[in-house]
DNA sequence: TTCATTACTTAACTTAAGTGAACAAATTTT
DNA sequence: AAAATTTGTTCACTTAAGTTAAGTAATGAA
């Protein structure tokens, strides 16, 4: 596990024994049971979240109903915006599957990043590339219908749509569960004429 | 003009006169005409850009049909997705209106930031800011109607409904002109009745 | 294993967005 | 000022998503 993440690390900045083991001995590591829920709506939480290993999910609750917005795979790393803005969470997060997740706060991170300017750098320009990466999935969401953005997903994160129950995966793509298992059913109809 | 960057910059890091004269000295303000078009597809730009006067636009031609997905207006910072990725732009960003734009390189933005770490520490905020207030923009577009879209539009960022071209507004809300026509009339037909 | 709950699909009907076309209004060019 | 282009609205028609409801399959708990 400690692998993954200082080889995830070095495609940023290249750490020494001495930085290495000041991140190990924050015993930053957490092994968590699915459908743990670890960010609930109002909650002041100042944690980030690294996925290690399993899929974790940020859903709002609106007139009763659960909205899935997102969805964290391997390596995938999730600041909720509550943390950013020192604000009650307006979402929850929870684990899809069993999940081994990096949990730090804010509090930790400051201090490393003051003692390690490195990893203010490193910081920097992953925040940067997430920021780019989600404007595109942005950009492709809004240019693409309902249909277009199943089939990128089926193209970009195949795995998810294993791994993810219909309803959820519905929300995510902006639409009703009916709605997801009509849309499959057309795609279907269409590869067979 | 220069007032309205330190001011902005204040609010996340307090600048020496040295520093403010640094940045001042690389002539990084540009006026640009109405419908100028700063960055094409397919070109391998390396310049962020930041408004302080006016507005631009991120728009995709996709089968021949232009696809605007984002406005910038004042105070609002942008680093194309093809100047961090350091690969051919997909899309095309113009001046909506007449616009004064803060234009840097990475290059330059670089020897700013191993000169004066303060400037890394800024970027990273300003990084993490913006994705988690972008997270909370799409979250809002997934869960809502295009209806829904136009009315937290009308909330949020009036002035742009104004400044901007319909046709423009519709494909940033993620449907066609006709649709966005339609909605309007629906929305002024439900107040009245 | 059974019962209960949750997840997924199908169908009929409603509502709203996409499409193509015509037209009017506004803006820009000549 | 006139012509050309761009922009916005309206309409009739098509297509697809929302809604409600029923039924089946899968999952989890007693």
Redesign the interface.
């Known amino acids: 596990m400690q692998d993954i993440l200082f080889n995830f690390i070095s495609k940023y900045v290249s750490l020494t024994e001495d930085e290495k083991n000041a991140l190990l001995s924050l015993d930053l590591f957490h092994s968590l049971k699915k459908g743990t829920v670890i960010l609930k709506e109002g909650q002041r939480s100042k944690e980030s979240y690294f996925v290690l290993k399993g899929c974790i999910r ?1 859903y ?1 609750i ?1 007139d009763g109903e659960e ?1 899935t ?2 969805f964290y795979t391997e390596l995938d790393a999730l ?3 509550c ?3 020192n604000a009650p969470s ?2 929850f997060i929870s684990c899809v599957e069993d999940s081994i997740l990096l949990i730090s706060n804010t509090d930790m991170s400051e201090e490393i ?1 003051s003692k390690f ?1 490195k990893f ?2 490193m ?2 320009m992953l ?13 492709e ?3 693409s219908s309902p249909e277009k953005r199943y089939l990128n997903l089926l193209q970009k994160r195949p795995d998810l749509i294993q791994r993810v129950p219909q309803h959820q995966l519905a ?2 793509l ?1 639409i009703k569960p009916q709605s997801l298992s009509r849309l499959r059913a057309r795609i279907l109809e269409k590869d067979k004429g």
């Open positions: 940020v709002y609106i909205k917005t997102a600041t909720p915006h943390v950013i803005n307006d979402y990043n300017p203010d750098s910081c920097r925040s940067e590339e997430l920021l780019a990466k989600q404007q595109i999935d942005f950009d969401f809004k240019t929300s995510y902006g």
